[in-house]
């Protein structure tokens, strides 16, 4: 798990709350969040001790939250405590933001926010775990919403309240009068009119009281709002008698937020119901801890009402007839003449023949170039869930291909690239799974667009995706991103703006490497297929990578001028110039990112990044490094791209007849439960259980997947061999400044076979 993670918000803001708790809990957090209605002493205390069990303090922000008394003193509480405190705003709120959220890095969750999945995560990155709490604790805060208790008091109370009492009152209760919860606004009107009608009211005071009504007079409760008599903190005559003069409470019986009476260390005997405020405690969906899968508090009104079929009258009838059946047959195998055959289940009287005995079953053989002892688990998983016996056998990506037209092929092949998947497909060595599969319903289920990414151009699906990485990440120290001030930014433009600001503080912006043996050149490429599906969007995207539209259309100069304007200028990247990091190998660029102190700030690359950092030699890398999402081109796709790698399963023609059940399960959300563990595994399914990650990064980076609006595959992965290998070596010749942008891009246009 990521920790526990405390979710302050107001009542309000429910439908907003919920989608924020499902990013949290795909995150892998353990989301304390409240869904019952309740008030006092013993309610506020295990809100307070639930703050102090937390790792990190997320903090809805809107106009109701802001207005919430109970909201304030959770997250001043959080912060004496030293919790980190992540605001996220899920309404842009009427008034100003107070210091104690301004001065935060705030997450814009608003309707419409292109990124707020996104940045929720990256937020999140770094937040460490089973802080020590402060010895000795802060002071905790009063409960919620006592003042309209003590105010009822004080109102209804038989000795006079001095001018100055009556107007500390009205100051009190001015914020209750145009609080947004509706229940603290109606209590607040409530006292207002007992203290209007009171015989002791001084005449500046009534004047005082006039002005509030005309000023708030359309924030008053309407019938809409829940009644008087639930809202309004009720007291006792005791209370009352415990209030003296002047409104100074002497000492006397204790009063909760529910208005009940409790004598110091005496038990009183249980009253009726009365009116109370603590209906809803402060007017919040607060706090109580609701286990997975579970339900909140115990009773015979919780928890969902049986199904029809669990009614014990029905269990009863089926026992019934169950047993009647049964001792029916058993009558008539009893009074069947000695000797007499079975007869078929077609009714014949001829004697069924004897069957001969049944061939053994041949396990469904799998092969692909993958290899770890979580994946081996994954693999004998298949024979529970499925029934079939699956074999093995780990084989080189280049030598698939050969093995799937052999005399003995495996009966599923799981590929790593969707251009032998679609040559093999083409060529009739694989099955179309459109009758085996719903392809409709995996296009729903799955990471959107990644369906579509593996189709033909014909539209036939050949395979189903078992696994993805996610390359459009950019990568960056913690905590050092933060305390220098830097951002995440929302477009390209402001990612330039950052890499500015980076470069003009002194630092290396960009960690940037292109050597790659024989396929130098490819970190490079990745970067214009970017930009080429942030500017054109996904549709020109899928035309370019079939060359239905060429490699010289504006389109594609525009990204790799993208590019450009952020790592080919002197002094960006850590190895300085183009030559420098055409030299530079791709793995070891990404090292300076985790130095102490970083040697750069910024460093895109896919999820698998983590397996070149010395794990073993630094702390956690979730408290190491985070991620954002290279953000969209303004002005281009108005959508959240991603680009990134997978691997994909395929039925091999004349395949095991039970092949089909197997591929249904690989491509099921249970899929990869076990193969999470190895840390590197990113589930292609929407809803797979986040819980399975083995670590917050993962769970971070399977959430940029799922919450995009288009997943693509690598664009030179799916080209012809001959294109993507001279897309490599013109584009490490254009870094180097051994060629022009223009004469490069021609030089790939005309590497395309007829």
């Known amino acids: 798990?990521?920790?526990?993670?405390?979710?302050?918000?107001?009542?309000?803001?429910?439908?907003?709350?919920?989608?924020?708790?499902?990013?949290?809990?795909?995150?892998?957090?353990?989301?304390?969040?409240?869904?019952?209605?309740?008030?006092?002493?013993?309610?506020?205390?295990?809100?307070?001790?639930?703050?102090?069990?937390?790792?990190?303090?997320?903090?809805?922000?809107?106009?109701?939250?802001?207005?919430?008394?109970?909201?304030?003193?959770?997250?001043?509480?959080?912060?004496?405590?030293?919790?980190?405190?992540?605001?996220?705003?899920?309404?842009?709120?009427?008034?100003?933001?107070?210091?104690?959220?301004?001065?935060?890095?705030?997450?814009?969750?608003?309707?419409?926010?292109?990124?707020?999945?996104?940045?929720?995560?990256?937020?999140?990155?770094?937040?460490?775990?089973?802080?020590?709490?402060?010895?000795?604790?802060?002071?905790?805060?009063?409960?919620?919403?006592?003042?309209?208790?003590?105010?009822?008091a004080l109102s209804?109370?038989?000795?006079?309240?001095?001018?100055?009492?009556?107007?500390?009152?009205?100051?009190?209760?001015?914020?209750?009068?145009?609080?947004?919860?509706?229940?603290?606004?109606?209590?607040?009107?409530?006292?207002?009119?007992?203290?209007?009608?009171?015989?002791?009211?001084?005449?500046?005071?009534?004047?005082?009281?006039?002005?509030?009504?005309?000023?708030?007079?359309?924030?008053?409760?309407?019938?809409?709002?829940?009644?008087?008599?639930?809202?309004?903190?009720?007291?006792?005559?005791?209370?009352?008698?415990?209030?003296?003069?002047e409104g100074k409470e002497v000492p006397g019986p204790g009063v909760d937020l529910a208005g009940e009476v409790t004598e110091p260390d005496q038990e009183l005997p249980s009253a009726p119901p009365r009116p109370q405020a603590s209906r809803s405690g402060d007017g919040l969906l607060h706090p109580t801890v609701v286990p997975p899968g579970g339900e909140s508090g115990a009773g015979p009104d919780r928890g969902a009402q049986k199904p029809w079929w669990r009614q014990p009258w029905v269990m009863a009838v089926a026992a019934a007839v169950l047993v009647v059946a049964?001792?029916?047959?058993?009558?008539?195998?009893?009074?069947?003449?000695?000797?007499?055959?079975?007869?078929?289940a077609g009714g014949s009287d001829e004697a069924e023949k004897p069957q001969a005995a049944p061939q053994p079953e041949l396990p469904v053989h799998i092969e692909g170039d993958v290899s770890s002892p979580a994946f081996d688990a994954e693999i004998a998983s298949l024979a529970e869930t499925t029934g079939v016996e699956v074999t093995f056998e780990s084989v080189p990506e280049t030598e698939l291909r050969s093995r799937v037209v052999s005399d003995d092929p495996p009966d599923i092949v799981i590929l790593g690239s969707p251009r032998s998947l679609q040559e093999l497909g083409e060529s009739g060595a694989l099955e179309s799974l459109g009758d085996v599969l719903d392809v409709g319903a995996l296009e729903d289920s799955m990471v959107p667009g990644l369906m579509a990414s593996v189709q033909s151009p014909r539209g036939t699906t050949f395979g189903v995706p078992v696994s993805i990485d996610v390359k459009s990440l950019v990568w960056h120290p913690v905590p050092e991103f933060e305390d220098a001030g830097y951002w995440v930014p929302p477009t390209h433009q402001e990612l330039v703006q950052l890499t500015n600001q980076i470069r003009s503080d002194g630092a290396t912006?960009?960690?940037?490497?292109?050597?790659?043996?024989?396929?130098?050149?490819?970190?490079m490429t990745d970067w214009v297929e970017e930009y080429v599906l942030r500017i054109g969007g996904p549709?020109?995207?899928?035309?370019?990578?079939?060359?239905?539209?060429?490699?010289?259309?504006?389109?594609?100069?525009?990204?790799?001028?993208?590019?450009?304007?952020?790592?080919?200028?002197?002094?960006?990247?850590?190895?300085?110039?183009?030559?420098?990091?055409?030299?530079?190998p791709f793995d070891e660029s990404a090292q300076p990112l985790v130095e102490d102190p970083p040697g750069c700030y910024l460093h895109r690359q896919a999820s698998f990044v983590t397996q070149f950092w010395p794990e073993d030699a630094l702390p956690p890398l979730s408290e190491v490094v985070g991620f954002f999402a290279l953000p969209p081109y303004d002005g281009g796709w108005p959508g959240r791209s991603v680009l990134g790698v997978g691997s994909v399963a395929a039925i091999v023609s004349g395949a095991n007849a039970r092949a089909p059940e197997v591929l249904q399960a690989m491509a099921s959300p249970r899929w990869g439960t076990a193969w999470a563990r190895d840390g590197v595994f990113l589930s292609p399914a929407l809803d797979f259980d986040p819980d399975s990650y083995a670590d917050i990064l993962q769970?971070?980076?399977?959430?940029?997947?799922?919450?995009?609006?288009?997943?693509?595959?690598?664009?030179?992965?799916?080209?012809?061999?001959?294109?993507?290998?001279?897309?490599?070596?013109?584009?490490?010749?254009?870094?180097?400044?051994?060629?022009?942008?223009?004469?490069?891009?021609?030089?790939?246009?005309?590497?395309?076979?007829?």
Request: aromatic residues 6%; charged residues 25%.
């Open 509 to 523: 912006p960009w960690c940037f490497g292109i050597r790659s043996g024989e396929a130098t050149g490819w970190p």
């Open 156 to 245: 209804e109370s038989g000795g006079d309240i001095s001018r100055s009492r009556q107007h500390e009152m009205l100051s009190d209760l001015e914020p209750g009068l145009r609080a947004h919860d509706p229940e603290e606004r109606i209590g607040a009107w409530h006292v207002l009119g007992i203290l209007e009608s009171r015989p002791d009211l001084y005449a500046d005071a009534a004047r005082r009281i006039q002005r509030l009504r005309e000023e708030y007079s359309d924030r008053r409760p309407t019938a809409a709002d829940p009644t008087t008599e639930d809202a309004v903190p009720a007291v006792d005559t005791e209370v009352a008698a415990a209030v003296g003069e």
């Open 326 to 344: 049964v001792v029916a047959g058993v009558l008539s195998l009893a009074n069947r003449p000695s000797g007499q055959e079975t007869v078929s």
């Open 539 to 584: 549709e020109v995207y899928d035309a370019w990578v079939r060359h239905e539209i060429p490699f010289t259309d504006p389109v594609v100069k525009q990204a790799a001028e993208a590019v450009a304007e952020l790592l080919l200028v002197d002094g960006n990247t850590v190895a300085g110039s183009g030559p420098a990091i055409a030299e530079l």
């Open 1 to 152: 798990m990521a920790g526990r993670a405390f979710l302050s918000y107001a009542r309000e803001d429910k439908a907003e709350v919920a989608e924020v708790e499902r990013r949290l809990r795909r995150l892998g957090f353990d989301v304390w969040l409240d869904l019952t209605l309740r008030g006092g002493q013993v309610w506020w205390d295990e809100i307070l001790d639930q703050i102090r069990r937390s790792d990190v303090f997320v903090a809805i922000v809107s106009t109701a939250s802001l207005d919430s008394q109970a909201c304030t003193r959770e997250r001043a509480y959080a912060d004496a405590l030293g919790k980190p405190i992540v605001p996220v705003e899920v309404e842009h709120p009427r008034a100003p933001l107070p210091v104690d959220i301004v001065t935060r890095q705030i997450v814009d969750y608003t309707p419409g926010s292109a990124d707020a999945a996104f940045s929720l995560a990256s937020a999140l990155i770094g937040v460490p775990t089973g802080v020590a709490l402060p010895d000795p604790l802060p002071p905790p805060p009063e409960i919620p919403l006592s003042y309209l208790t003590r105010l009822v």
């Open 699 to 754: 769970g971070a980076v399977a959430d940029v997947a799922s919450s995009a609006d288009a997943f693509r595959f690598d664009g030179s992965d799916q080209m012809p061999v001959t294109v993507s290998a001279t897309f490599w070596q013109t584009m490490t010749s254009w870094v180097r400044g051994e060629t022009s942008l223009d004469a490069a891009l021609e030089q790939v246009e005309a590497s395309w076979p007829d």
